[in-house]
Nanobody, 122 residues
Framework: QVQLVESGGGFVQAGGSLTLSCTAS????????MGWHRQPPGKQRELVAQ???????NYADSVKGRFTISRDNAKNTVYLQMNSLKPEDTAVYYC????????????????WGQGTQVTVSS
């Protein structure tokens, strides 16, 4: 019954900016790593950015220096600030979280958002 709900996608011209948000809700005991992945048309899903529970981050080389991932643990929310967008950033963006539902089910489970479209025009 855990859900990740994304928002913030849309259309933007090259060089513009967008900020994506993803909020987890439901039966949540704790959240470990969170991140963003994207799937361009006709291509495989790829990692964009990841942030740990201790705010350690890593980025794909293609977005490093342009995108910033952050999280608000009190809100169970992860953000992706995207600057200097390029047409090749066009994709469906999915948030991801490792969530423990409680002691009755030890360990982490992978949850995914519904996806939000980001389209960057030339």
């Amino acid at each position: 019954q855990v859900q990740l709900v994304e928002s913030g996608g849309g259309f933007v011209q090259a060089g513009g900016s967008l900020t994506l948000s993803c909020t987890a809700s439901g039966s949540i005991f704790s959240i470990n790593n969170m991140g963003w992945h994207r799937q361009p048309p006709g291509k495989q899903r790829e990692l964009v950015a990841q942030i740990t529970s201790g705010d350690n981050t890593n980025y794909a080389d293609s977005v490093k220096g342009r995108f910033t991932i952050s999280r608000d643990n009190a809100k169970n929310t992860v953000y992706l600030q995207m600057n200097s967008l390029k047409p090749e950033d066009t994709a469906v963006y999915y948030c991801h979280a490792e969530i423990s539902p409680g002691s009755y089910a030890p360990g982490w489970y992978d949850y995914w958002g519904q996806g939000t479209q980001v389209t960057v025009s030339s």
